[in-house]
């Protein structure tokens, strides 16, 4: 799993009385002129969705640092609010995550009190998941912050258009590949 630190003065500049952030694009560098070429890798689709998401994901864990969220736990979230009562392993195979790494995501959701376990009443050896209270209010909170910023911020950069088209090119690639 990774984990991103940010510090809230990080990429701040300072302008008389109050601390302005630079615009998205200047935070990076330019690289240097005897930067590391990479070649002809920036030509495989493959690379260039790792190093997309790598971005997204830094992006989306600045949004909800307050909260303390990974990606992977939003999802769980999102699809057990969507699918109450329905037992952990259905969710952790839609979500594409293996059975032992859902189990630790799901003790650390139930530790602060986000989602319950519960056995079935059809199959003792099964779970089944709920969101608690304090889960659905945590979730709502996520969202606010995931669609007024990350999103928003996505938005910006490629346009509805574009934005709708590349989930419906991603969409193709995960069902189909």
């Known amino acids: 799993m990774m984990a991103v630190s940010r510090t809230a003065s990080a990429g701040t500049v300072k302008t008389g009385k109050r601390q302005v952030r630079p615009a998205r694009a200047a935070a990076r560098p330019a690289p240097p002129a005897d930067a590391v070429r990479i070649g002809d890798l920036s030509g495989f689709l493959g690379y260039s969705l790792k190093r ?22 939003f999802s ?10 329905r037992d952990q392993t259905e969710i952790a195979s839609t979500l594409g995550i293996l059975r032992p790494n859902f189990v630790a995501l799901l003790d650390e959701l139930e530790s602060r009190d986000l989602c ?50 590349l989930l419906l090119m991603l969409g193709k690639i995960a069902q189909e590949f």
């Open 76 to 85: 769980a979230l999102m699809v057990v609010e969507a699918n109450p009562g």
């Open 116 to 165: 319950l376990r519960s056995r079935s009443s059809n199959d003792r050896r099964s779970h089944i998941l709920r969101l608690t209270e304090k889960g659905r209010a945590v979730l709502s909170r996520a969202r606010k912050l995931i669609e007024t910023r990350h999103e928003a911020r996505l938005r910006e950069l490629l346009g509805n258009e574009n934005r709708d088209l």
């Open 52 to 73: 997309a998401q790598l971005r997204i994901f830094e992006d989306f864990i600045g949004c909800v640092a307050p909260l303390q969220l990974t990606p992977a736990q």
